[in-house]
């Protein structure tokens, strides 16, 4: 009796045993499936993607490819501030005096460009298109004070085909090609009486009708004006500088949305000796 119960332990003994091996042996596998599954997951994740899951390079050279793709990243993105700042960076003062900078707030000098729009002046509307369609390989970038007459251009150059800013200078709006213009245009935009006056009779309006999904064209009295007048940009205006040929008699303000991709185009006259707004279209 007391043999068939030794044997019995015997049997348990052994039973338990191989089962706490199996269990072991199973624990084990499971735990390199897990550590196989985390080091493959570090692997696969670029700390460097963006919400789309293209790593940063990949977006930038796509962005790269036009200046004004760039140029909005580039005001808002912190790591394009840091990266596309070609340092010592030249500085030209009013004066004429340079100095290189090893160091530049960035968001603060590009605050301007973080509205809701910004402008482009052209010397006529076939130019948008072609400007805009081509590539360039420099840039520049105008912050003009209509009211303190202080103009600060930001130089951009396509290095390694990414654009890079590599000079800032600064200058009075006397010194700039469109200062004739801007004089005109500073009181245009600021004096009611005196924008009423440079309406052209009759002017020419072309306005997006959403209810009829189509452009409403024809003319309005000059004295119609204030009731179809948009915001008319003032006190800082921008030019981004493609390389736009200007005319003395002609000028096309464009109004573009930052982030809408809508647009106005305020178009002037030069007619007996002074501006006029001829046209509007949105």
Not at 127 to 143: A, N, T
Not at 170 to 175: D, I, P
Request: charged fraction near 30%; hydrophobic fraction near 35%; include cysteine.
């Amino acid at each position: 009796m007391k043999r068939e119960k030794v044997l019995c332990v015997l049997l348990w003994l052994a039973a338990a045993l191989l089962a706490s091996c199996g269990h072991a042996s199973s624990s084990g596998k499971d735990e390199a499936e897990s550590d196989t599954l985390s080091v493959d997951s570090l692997v696969e994740a670029d700390p460097d993607a963006d919400a789309d899951g293209l790593p940063d390079d990949a977006e930038d050279a796509r962005m790269d490819e036009n200046f004004d793709d760039f140029i909005y990243a580039f005001v808002r993105n912190p790591r394009l501030q840091r990266e596309r700042v070609s340092f010592p960076l030249p500085k030209t003062d009013v004066d004429g005096g340079q100095k290189m900078l090893r160091r530049l707030n960035v968001h603060g000098e590009f605050r301007f460009m973080e509205g809701d729009y910004y402008t482009v002046f052209y010397g006529d509307a076939s130019q948008i298109d072609e400007q805009k369609g081509r590539p360039h390989e420099m840039v520049s970038v105008e912050r003009i004070g209509l009211e303190d007459g202080r103009v600060e251009v930001y130089d951009f150059q396509r290095r390694d085909r990414r654009w890079m800013l590599t000079a800032i200078r600064s200058q009075g709006l006397a010194e700039n090609e469109l200062a004739d213009f801007l004089v005109f245009y500073a009181r245009f935009s600021s004096d009611t009486l005196f924008q009423q006056q440079c309406i052209a009779q009759p002017l020419r309006l072309s306005v997006f009708d959403p209810e009829e999904d189509d452009y409403i064209e024809g003319t309005i009295d000059a004295r119609q004006w204030r009731s179809f007048c948009p915001e008319v940009p003032s006190t800082v205006v921008t030019n981004v500088i493609y390389g736009q040929v200007y005319r003395p008699d002609h000028m096309v303000l464009q109004k573009c949305g930052s982030a809408s991709g809508m647009q106005e185009l305020f178009t002037f006259q030069r007619e007996r000796g002074g501006w006029r707004l001829t046209s509007y279209e949105n």
